[in-house]
């Protein structure tokens, strides 16, 4: 191996250990504490959330937004041919997202503001934490694209409920009849530019068209529907 390619070697390494390090520090400055919203209403969220927030929680608003990105659902069946053994498959998967990669550029509801909602399982109330600790889990929205799942590019850690004394006697009372209790963790931020819509297919049942947004997390908040 010549010096040349150990030094491309080198630095492509210390680039990225730098994003990771990166990516590290951004999930760790991100808030992970914070209080319980009750609400009775979806569109009661709108009142904590920044103004011009796009609400990804029903399968129309999910629609509305893949129309803007993307225009039409791709063409599952011809894409799938014959399942994960076709030897074309991989291949039409792979130009698939090149191709909506390429004619998503520029488009400006990648910039938009969206906030998506994972499933958190809450835990009983640990007085060291001061809080209730949060687990996340995703959500699978049925769309007439497909299936969708939000992912963030860094999930957030560290989730921790801050509770009053009403939000933590309804806790308490959650917790106490299922153990662990679910809320809804809603994460708002922006698709991540270079990979902003992955397509693929479900690993649970064949065929079915899968798509995943990438977004960068920049808030959290916690809600309990009543």
Same mark, same amino acid.
């Given at each position: 191996?010549?010096?040349?390619?150990?030094?491309?070697?080198?630095?492509?390494?210390?680039?990225l250990?730098?994003?990771?390090?990166t990516?590290?520090? !951004?999930?760790?400055?991100?808030?992970?504490?914070?209080?319980?919203?009750? /609400?009775?209403?979806?569109?009661?969220?709108?009142? #904590?959330?920044?103004?011009?927030?796009?609400?990804?929680?029903?399968?129309?608003s999910?629609?509305? %937004?893949?129309?803007?990105?993307?225009?039409?659902?791709?063409?599952?069946?011809? *894409?799938?041919?014959?399942?994960?053994?076709?030897?074309?498959?991989?291949?039409?998967?792979?130009?698939?997202?090149?191709?909506?990669d390429?004619r998503?550029?520029?488009?400006p !509801?990648?910039?938009?503001? *969206?906030? %998506?909602?994972?499933?958190?399982?809450?835990? @009983? #109330?640990? @007085?060291?934490?001061?809080?209730?600790? *949060?687990?996340?889990?995703?959500?699978?929205i049925?769309?007439?694209?497909?299936?969708?799942?939000?992912?963030?590019?860094? @999930?957030?850690?560290n989730?921790?409920v801050? !509770?009053?004394?009403?939000?933590?006697?309804?806790?308490?009372?959650?917790?106490?009849?299922?153990?662990?209790?679910?809320?809804n963790?809603?994460?708002?931020?922006?698709? /991540? @530019?270079?990979?902003?819509? *992955?397509?693929? %297919?479900s690993?649970?049942?064949?065929?079915?068209?899968?798509?995943?947004?990438? /977004?960068?997390?920049?808030?959290?908040?916690? /809600?309990?529907?009543?």
């Amino acid at each position: 191996m010549t010096d040349f390619t150990l030094r491309h070697i080198a630095l492509a390494t210390l680039c990225l250990g730098a994003l990771l390090s990166t990516l590290n520090v !951004a999930a760790q400055d991100l808030n992970g504490r914070g209080p319980l919203h009750i /609400v009775s209403d979806p569109a009661e969220i709108t009142a #904590f959330l920044p103004p011009s927030t796009h609400l990804m929680l029903e399968p129309s608003s999910i629609e509305r %937004f893949l129309d803007q990105l993307d225009e039409r659902p791709p063409d599952w069946k011809t *894409v799938y041919g014959q399942g994960h053994h076709d030897p074309g498959h991989d291949d039409r998967l792979f130009a698939l997202n090149r191709e909506r990669d390429r004619r998503r550029e520029g488009n400006p !509801a990648l910039s938009w503001l *969206v906030a %998506f909602a994972w499933i958190g399982e809450l835990s @009983p #109330f640990d @007085p060291q934490l001061g809080g209730f600790p *949060v687990a996340l889990g995703p959500k699978f929205i049925p769309t007439r694209w497909g299936v969708v799942r939000f992912k963030a590019e860094e @999930p957030p850690g560290n989730l921790v409920v801050v !509770a009053d004394e009403a939000s933590a006697g309804i806790l308490n009372a959650e917790s106490g009849r299922t153990l662990p209790a679910n809320i809804n963790v809603l994460m708002t931020g922006r698709l /991540v @530019p270079d990979e902003s819509l *992955v397509y693929d %297919f479900s690993h649970e049942e064949e065929g079915l068209g899968l798509i995943m947004p990438f /977004v960068r997390v920049e808030q959290v908040h916690y /809600v309990l529907m009543r």
